[in-house]
């Protein structure tokens, strides 16, 4: 099933000729091209926050953090048992 939501928006005159003929240049119209576009921005937006990028040098600097044993693993173990400021 595909079901659908309603969006509304305002937007200055000037906004939406710019999107309207960025739109008609790729043969799309104002609604496609404004949920493409803003899909897009979210995947952008939320892969910020699950993907990061290193160096080679840094990704095996990481690796190594990763590896160490934790100095403070019993209080580590401690902070996770606790229910979220939010959950209480």
Known sequence: ????????????VRARELIDHAAALV??????FMLDASCEKAHEVLAGQTRFVLSAERMKAFNTLLDAPLANADAIAHLLAKPAPWDR
């Open 1 to 12: 099933m595909n079901a659908e939501a309603k969006i509304n928006l305002r937007a200055p």
């Open 27 to 32: 043969g799309k119209n104002r609604t496609a």
